[in-house]
């Protein structure tokens, strides 16, 4: 079975600074989807960045991108230049082969003016 | 596009009543929907999967005869909590998928449904 691990329960930062958010998982499928969703408070899910496993190039939207080591297992998320709207929680997900979302903990991330 | 929607956005309702809460998708066909529950500060739990004109599947320790799920369109599918307790109380999330060239690659989320049991 799939997991996705998030280590860091909590994360604060200064406006304007950069912040990268750890996420881990395990998976025996040959080719996968991983994501990153931010929820702010209102709690509507948002799609922030999607990484196809086969793709060797880290995806990239914008301020945010990932770091994506496939034989690491690791799928972090940077966010470059963090605004006070970033502030959330932010969880790492992967898709197996049902197309079910396997879900990391979350992480919160609190961005300070 | 893929924007999905839910209603009620909030329910508050007696112990002992049924509750149904509708998920839409406006803009797309959505051959499978996913049914999750929240607890606050938790991730969020899958509790089903619906598939568009099948039997729902449901996560291990998921009542079926309690979490009714209808899926009876490609653009509707509803969750009703049976005889509610306040056990149930929690933010009920669904989302939507559509399927390119056999492949989902993103699910799209409805805004949630906070209920509240008395």
């Known amino acids: 079975a799939q997991t996705v691990t998030q280590s860091q329960p909590e994360m604060s930062v200064q406006e304007a600074e950069t912040v990268t958010l750890s996420c881990t998982y395990d998976?025996?499928?040959?080719?996968?989807?991983l994501f990153w969703y931010k929820q702010p408070p209102s709690r509507q899910m948002i799609l922030v960045i999607r990484?196809?496993?086969?793709k060797q190039q880290n995806a990239t939207e914008n301020r945010f991108s990932v770091n994506f080591q496939k034989a690491a297992k690791s799928f972090s998320l940077k966010i470059s230049d963090s605004q006070l709207g970033d502030t959330a929680m932010y969880f790492c997900?992967?898709?197996?082969?049902?197309?079910?979302?396997?879900w990391g903990a979350g992480t919160k991330l609190i961005i300070k003016p | 596009g893929a924007v999905v929607s839910q209603h009620p956005s909030w329910v508050i309702c007696k112990s002992g009543t049924s509750v149904k809460i509708e998920c839409r998708s406006l803009?797309?066909?959505?051959?499978?929907m996913f049914w999750y529950r929240q607890f606050p500060k938790q991730s969020l739990m899958l509790m089903a999967t619906?598939?568009?004109?099948?039997?729902?599947?449901?996560e291990q320790g998921v009542e079926k005869d309690k979490f009714l799920i209808n899926h009876a369109s490609l653009t509707l599918s509803t969750l009703t909590v049976t005889s509610a307790h306040p056990e149930d109380s929690s933010f009920y999330i669904c989302?939507?998928?559509?399927?390119?060239?056999?492949?989902?690659?993103?699910?799209?989320f409805g805004p949630g449904t906070r209920l509240t049991v008395l």
């Open positions: 997900a992967a898709m197996d082969s049902n197309y079910q979302l396997i």
């Open positions: 989302s939507a998928s559509k399927v390119r060239a056999g492949v989902s690659q993103e699910q799209f």
């Open positions: 998976t025996s499928e040959s080719n996968y989807y």
């Open positions: 990484q196809e496993a086969y």
């Open positions: 619906s598939n568009e004109g099948s039997k729902a599947t449901y």
């Open positions: 803009d797309f066909q959505a051959t499978t």
